[in-house]
Structure formats: structure tokens, C-alpha cells
């Protein structure tokens, strides 16, 4: 193993390139604000930007983990944002109803409302996907469409605050000096990759991804998994409007996870997720929504105006997406591969008669 | 289809009962929505006919309240057509309202120069959006969503803040109302029938229409056919990215001023209204007037809610959604059909 070859095993591994850009966008930080690294032990509490990257990121980190299972079934889920805000206004308006807001049990029930909701959502649309065969981008529409209008039609069109502490630990705690979020994320995550990467549970993903009906043909049920994923998506969304709306202590059924489904769909494209289905990497998707929140947070930090924000992440989709388009790799680098060639030590002895031609 | 009732006159209808034949009509859903159309709009008469309900005003308040509506259905339409679909709608219509009148009130250009300019940087979105999703061959999906991103954003490099057009020759314009003999319509809506009616045109009567319709129905044998599977494509976007940016200059007009949230999440409206209309999602079958009727329906959604009273605004996204799924089963038990 010499020194290149190493170094083009590193850079083609499948991760390699996501946590390169993480890595460059932390660093840009470094010349704005030195202590940008530093963690700092304040009440008990570690504080410090890369804290707050990891708790302002788990929501997104968690619903584009569901998304990630979705996309490689080769489906999609727009719906997720509409079940953050159902399962956040569910959850809150049960608990407002209390009498002691702060009661564990009450709380509780609340979540596990909020989440049953959002496993309806789910199988209503695997439901559609898998058994009424509709495209998942319309099928998923619908609820995207109309769970915002159930959502303010549960919270009566107000922003429904609540005053619970037990149910502020998921979003806004803290435990171990770190912030709560960042447990529930970590076990959700790692759920997820033993299930898939410890089971044969992956692999059927990506089976019916690669290939449904093939997939179906040698004895997978393929639509059991397609319900499943979407559930399983859901259900994280789900958590994820848990911890939205506990970090505000509020729900808001207009507002709640606002454009976290396109923000989903960025993180797992950047994590090297096709959008065509067939393979999936969670850790790639992790790595993604990292990306996501640390380019926020740099244009904070670095002092670009924040509504540049939208601007930067089309321009980081434009350019994911064209380097993953295989055409544009054979157009631009292939290209480059063919006028290199001549070049090389071997060949102009044949290239050399051939230009005289032309 | 056990039973047959009649003798078939081709070899090619195998559907023989009524109903089955009626089922496998493209014409059908354009069909069921007018009727909705028709039920809702009679439900109405009857309901809030001591409100003023039946005026013939109401009725042209549809065209006029929902001419932006109806603009950026019908470039969804084609797109939708062709077998794509362009989720930055909403956004290129908010960047419109908001280039425009940062155009006429900061810079002070004349509207007759502005909206030219509004129109074509729409148009070449729309044909950079086409170009890449051809030519690189990325989904349709994700390259329409970075334009979604991209406009947005570039709405709020603009300005941050709403801006209020106080131009005399927007605010005339914006007043002027063609009589009708029964009624008035804005000039807005006046530009969406003209537009709707050029799409009829070109849909049905053009070679052009003909090409969206087979690369919608099957892009490889389109492309085996010999049809410009590329130039009609980035036509398709780029005329969607055209009717979007008239689609943000009606809505300008209409609420005369310039946000950068304005018309958030109104790509959904146009899909929906494209989907009640009747066109399939898959491409390949639908027509103009079905959307039409899709944007109606939604459009007198509203009225009824606001007619009602009680009701509240999110009762409008919850109907949409249920007539969004209803149309969608209908669309699908009828593919079914066909296939078998």
C-alpha cells in the first residue's frame, strides 16, 4: 500500500466526501470566531457551537434518518414537515388540557397520542404507496397538503403554549450536562443502523428499492417493507416535532417544521443517499443534516446576511446533485479523462499522425 | 366485464359495459370535476341564496380572486403533462411580486419595462431548471426544489421586508375593471382567460402539444419516434417558469405589493388544482380546461368558507387534501383499468 493508492481508497469511500465538506465549513468559522472548537462547562452544562450544531440539528437529523429508509425504497415523504406539526400540536393541546401540566404520566400519554398520530399518518401513506400503487411524491402530497390543516384545526388555529417540565427535557433538557436531544437522537440512530446494517433488514430496503418487483418475485413482501419505511419515517418525524415544539414549549401548526421535508430530502441527498432507491447510508445522512445546520450556523457566525441562507443551500444542491448526475461526470471530468490521455507517456506516439490528419 | 351487453365495433374495445367504457374515458375526470363544480356551486346558491350567493358577481369573483391561481395551473399543467413537475412555482411567483416592485418603487423604471424584464427572468429560470434536468438527466424533483430554494432566497436578498407599490400605473391598472354586461372581471383575470385560451391552443392544435403529450405518455418511444425530446422539455419549463413569473405579475397587481413571503406553498395549490383538473400525474393524458375546473373548485372552496363564516381558513387545506386523495384514487382505479 503505497501513500496515493491509500489516499484514493480514503477518497473514494462513500463518506468521504460529505465529511469533507463538513470539515471545510467548521474550519471557515475558525478565522470569525477562534474559539469556535471550544466547550465550556457553564452550571453543569457543556456549552459551546458545537453543541448547539448537534441540538439545533437533531430534529432534521432525525426525520431525514426516516427519509433515508424512504428514498431507499425509491420512494419519497413531503408529509414529514405535517406530522412534525401534528404530532407538536396533538401533544401540546393534550397537555394544556391538564389539569397538572407537570404530571410524568399525563405527559407521557401526550407523547405516545402525538406519536400514534403520526403511525396513522404513516401507514396511511404506505397505504397508498404500497397498496394503491400511487406515486409517492403525490400520494405523500396529501397529507402535506391537508395534516397543516388538521394541525391548526387541532390547535384552533392558536399557538398552543404549554408550561410542563417533564416534557421540556426532550427539546430544551438536559442530562449528563448534555442536551437531552442529542440521547434521543443518538439511541434513534443507532436503532436504526443495528436494524438495518445487524439484520437482514437493510438489505430488503434496498432490495425493493433496487427493484420492487424483482424483489417480490424471489419472496420479499415488498409492500410490507414499503409500509413499514413509512411508518418508520413518520414515527421520526414524529419524535423530531416531540422536540421541536418541547424546545419552544409551544405548537404551532402553521409554522412547526416549516420546510423540513426539502431540508430532509438535501441531507440525505448530501450523505450520498440516490435519489433512485436501491442503497442507502444512514451515517452518510447524519453527516448531511450536520452539514445543513453548520452551514446555518456559519452564516451566522461569519456575518453574511442571514436571508443568503436559502441561497447557499440551492447552490449546495445544484452542485451535489450535478455531481451525482453520472451524464455531468462524463461530460465535464470524462471530458478532461480523454484530452489527458493522449498525454500520457504511452500514447503520443499514436496520437501525434492522427492530429496531423484532422 | 363478464357480461357482454353489446357486440364490440372494434377490435380494440375490449371494454364493453357502460360503465367500464366510461371508466376508461380520458375525458372522464374533467367530466366528474365540472360536476363538482356544478353540485358545490348549486349547494352554495341554495345555502347562502339571502347572502347574495347567486349574483352574477360572485361567480366572476372566482376568475378575479384566483387569476394568479389559474396562470401558474396551467404552466404547472404542461410540465405535469410531460410527465415532470416543477415544485419552484410558489417561489419564482413571491421573487416576481418582489423584483417587480423593488423594480418600480426603488429603482423607479417604468412598469411597461419592468414587466418585460419581470417575464423573462422567469422564462430563463424556468428554461435553466429545463436544461439541467435534460441534459444532466437529474430528477425533475430535486432540481425544481433547488429552484424553490434558489428564488425564495433571492427574494429575501431583495429586500428582507415587504415593499408597498404605490405607482400610479400599477394601482389604475390594478383598478380597472371590464364590464361584462352582468358583472365586472379585473384586467388579471382578463390576461388568465387569454392565457388559458392560448394554452388550449397550443395543447390541442400544435405540433408542440402533440410532443408534450407523447413524451408525457412514453419518453423512449417518443424518443424512438423522433420527437425533440429535448427541446420540448426545456420548453415545458420554460414555459412554466413564463406563466409563474405572470402568474407573481397578476398576484402583484392583485395584492399590490411585493413580499418575500408572498405566495409560499402556492406550487402545492397548482399541483392540486392541476390533479383535481384531471390530468394524470404519471403525463401523458389531461387537458387545459380539466384545470380550469380544478382551480374553480378551489377557488369556490373559499367563497363557501368565507360565505360560511364559522369555518375557519384551515378548513380549505384540509377539503383540498380530501379532494386532492379522492381525485387521485379515481386516477388510479381508472390506470388500473387500463391495464388489465
Known sequence: MTTPSRWRALTRHHLFWPVAVLVALLLVNVPFTPDFFAIHMTNGHLYGSLVSIVLFGSPLILVAVGMTLVIATGGIDLSVGAVVAITGALTCSYISHQADQNALSGVLLAMGLGLVAAVVCGLWNGFLVARMGIQPIIATLIIMVAGRGVAQLITDGQIITVNSDPYQLIGGGYWLTLPFSIFVVAAVVAVTVVLTRRTALGLLVEAVGGNAEASRLVGIRSRRIKIMVYVFCAVSAGIAGLMISSNTSAADGNNAGLWIELDAILAVVIGGTSLLGGRFSIGGTVIGALVIQTLTTTIYTIGVPTQTNLVFKAAVVIVVCLLQSPKFRAKVFGARAKSAAPAAPAAPAEAAPKMEVS | ?340
Open chain 2, 1 to 340: 366485464m363478464s357480461a357482454t351487453t353489446r357486440t364490440p365495433t372494434t377490435p380494440e374495445s375490449r371494454t364493453t359495459s357502460t360503465s367500464a367504457r366510461l371508466l376508461g374515458d380520458r375525458r372522464l375526470p374533467v367530466l366528474v370535476t365540472a360536476g363538482l363544480f356544478l353540485v358545490m356551486y348549486i349547494a352554495g346558491l341554495s345555502r347562502y341564496q339571502n347572502y347574495g350567493f347567486g349574483e352574477p358577481q360572485v361567480f366572476l369573483n372566482l376568475f378575479i380572486d384566483n387569476s394568479y391561481l389559474l396562470v401558474a395551473a396551467v404552466g404547472a399543467t404542461f410540465v405535469i403533462m410531460s410527465g415532470g413537475i416543477d415544485l419552484s412555482v410558489g417561489s419564482v411567483i413571491g421573487f416576481t411580486t418582489m423584483l417587480t416592485a423593488w423594480l418600480v418603487q426603488d429603482v423607479g423604471l417604468p412598469l411597461l419595462v419592468v414587466v418585460p424584464i419581470s417575464l423573462s427572468v422567469g422564462a430563463f429560470g424556468g428554461f435553466l431548471m429545463g436544461y439541467v434536468i435534460h441534459n444532466f438527466e437529474i430528477q425533475p424533483f430535486i432540481v425544481t426544489l433547488a429552484g424553490l430554494f434558489l428564488f425564495r432566497g433571492l427574494c429575501l436578498v431583495i429586500s428582507k421586508e415587504s415593499i408597498a407599490i404605490s405607482d400610479s400605473a400599477v394601482s389604475s391598472l390594478a383598478e380597472t375593471r371590464i364590464s361584462l354586461g352582468v358583472g365586472d372581471l379585473s384586467i388579471g383575470a382578463v390576461v388568465a382567460l387569454v392565457v388559458l385560451g392560448v394554452a388550449f391552443y397550443v395543447l390541442h392544435y400544435t405540433r408542440f402539444g402533440r410532443r408534450v403529450y407523447a413524451i408525457g405518455g412514453n419518453e423512449q418511444s417518443a424518443l424512438l419516434m423522433g420527437l425533440p425530446l429535448g427541446g420540448t422539455k426545456i420548453a415545458v419549463y420554460t414555459m412554466s417558469g413564463f406563466c409563474s413569473a405572470l402568474a407573481g405579475l397578476l398576484f402583484m397587481l392583485y395584492i399590490q405589493s411585493g413580499d418575500p413571503l408572498h405566495a409560499v406553498g402556492m406550487e402545492l395549490d397548482a399541483i392540486a388544482a392541476v390533479v383535481i383538473g384531471g390530468t394524470l400525474l404519471t403525463g401523458g393524458s389531461g387537458y387545459v380546461l380539466g384545470t380550469l375546473f380544478g382551480v374553480l373548485v378551489l377557488g369556490l372552496i373559499k367563497s363557501i368558507i368565507q360565505f360560511e363564516g364559522t369555518l375557519s381558513s384551515w378548513w380549505t387545506k384540509i377539503a383540498t387534501g380530501v379532494l386532492l386523495c379522492a381525485f387521485i384514487l379515481v386516477q388510479r382505479a381508472m390506470t388500473a383499468r387500463k391495464a388489465t
